[in-house]
């Protein structure tokens, strides 16, 4: 008689926002990735087509959003199965049920561990010790029973590599316990705490779910991983993945674009407060800032080391995300890989993707000098800048 493994799963709307904000990313692209951002992503081996991914990836997030277990499984094994070779044989779809059950417990214990954690975190200084358990079934492997009612201090260099899942089919959970409960129970010597090993392949780790460029940067700012860095951002270009209503992109330029979101926010609201463009420059290469500039209601110079390439944003206190004419002559003098141009709440990316015509580069040069006169056209610089992203010159879209 084989024995039946029961789960129980629950809503959490943290839970099923982290499985579908996961870009897409067929195999290939998804093993260039590097570790820390795998989890960024999403990817099915043997699957390359992006749609099959997504909606795969969606089925998946349906459990945390209130389906039960064996829902979820019946509609991923029903996505999977024209993958499976064989067709609607029974091994196949055995098969198809298989991979559903693996996909299922994958990403949704790493899912429901991420919210966990993120709440664990906020809740940190009230409750600032974390306690190992596991589901305590005939199942539990013996590296994870051994860890069972381990008590250390949350911020442990411990949990970075055993924070449940840590490896492939872990159930276990953490618990957080204030500081009178964990001495109550026993706080764990950390010179006895277990260090079993993850199986090969394996990766995940809470931290690495909503860490930005800036804060991988400073996790390599020191001489001996500059080198590595380099590396990292290399990486990241190379990998293609796509977000929901995204074109596929690189995960650097969707790293870029959290940046920019971030800086965003901040820079628009105090355009809005004083009336004055604000302007900010990064390595294209690094993601490291370059510089900043503060200008006036009518424009802002960006500061521009001749020797990088570099992405810019700059805020339009106007409330109009709309490359202006002189945005256009700017990006495409300094070279710009990709600007960002913040109004309010609105985040607009733009590119030069390759030289204008010698009369649109005059109609540029005009439309700036009668913006600058007071009379310009929008409605005809609005269908000119139309026609240059139709016919491939420039690339415009707006942020979610």
């Given at each position: 008689m084989t024995a039946q493994l029961t789960i129980e799963t629950f809503p959490n709307e943290a839970a099923a926002a982290y499985i579908r904000g996961k870009a897409v990313a067929d195999?290939?692209?998804?093993?260039?990735?590097?570790?820390?951002?795998?989890q960024r992503a999403f990817t099915v081996a043997g699957i390359e087509q992006m749609d099959a991914l997504r909606r795969i990836r969606d089925a998946i997030a349906k459990l945390p959003e209130g389906a039960s277990w064996d829902?979820?499984?019946?509609e991923i094994a029903a996505e999977m199965s024209p993958y499976v070779a064989g067709g609607d044989a029974p091994a196949p779809r055995n098969a198809a049920k298989a991979r559903a059950e693996f996909l299922l417990r994958t990403h949704g214990f790493q899912a429901y561990a991420v919210a966990r954690h993120q709440q664990q975190m906020e809740?940190?200084?009230?409750?600032?010790?974390?306690?190992?358990?596991?589901?305590?079934d005939s199942r539990v492997r013996a590296a994870h029973a051994a860890l069972d009612g381990k008590i250390?201090?949350?911020?442990d260099p411990w949990w970075k590599t055993h924070y449940p899942p840590w490896d492939w089919g872990c159930r276990c959970i953490v618990v957080a316990l204030d500081e009178e409960d964990a001495k109550e129970i026993g706080i764990s010597e950390?010179?006895?705490m277990?260090?079993?090993?993850?199986?090969?392949?394996?990766?995940?780790?809470?931290?690495?779910a909503a860490i930005d460029l800036d804060a991988l940067y400073k996790s390599y700012d020191t001489e001996a991983k500059r080198p590595d860095w380099k590396l990292f951002a290399a990486k990241c270009r190379q990998a293609t993945v796509q977000a929901d209503g995204r074109e596929p992109e690189t995960m650097w330029e969707l790293m870029l674009d959290g940046k920019a979101r971030k800086t965003a926010a901040a820079e628009a609201a105090r355009s809005d407060a004083d009336g004055r463009e604000r302007a900010v420059v990064w390595d294209f290469l690094t993601g490291r800032k370059l510089g900043d500039a503060t200008g006036d209601a009518r424009g802002v110079t960006a500061p521009h080391p001749e020797t990088r390439e570099v992405c810019t944003l700059h805020?339009?206190?106007?409330?109009?995300?709309t490359p202006s004419p002189a945005d256009l002559l700017t990006g495409f003098n300094i070279g710009s890989k990709v600007d960002y141009i913040a109004a309010g709440k609105k985040l607009?990316?733009?590119?030069?993707l390759k030289t204008p015509e010698p009369e649109d580069a005059r109609r540029i040069r005009q439309f700036d000098d009668d913006n600058n006169a007071g009379r310009i056209d929008i409605d005809e610089y609005k269908r000119f800048l139309g026609r240059l992203a139709a016919e491939g010159y420039i690339k415009m879209e707006v942020l979610p």
């Open positions: 195999p290939k692209n998804f093993g260039a990735l590097p570790d820390q951002l795998k829902e979820a499984k019946r809740d940190i200084e009230i409750f600032p010790y974390w306690k190992y358990e596991t589901v305590g250390l201090r949350a911020d950390r010179k006895d277990p260090t079993p090993q993850r199986s090969e392949g394996f990766a995940f780790d809470p931290t690495n805020t339009h206190p106007t409330g109009d995300n607009r990316r733009w590119q030069w």
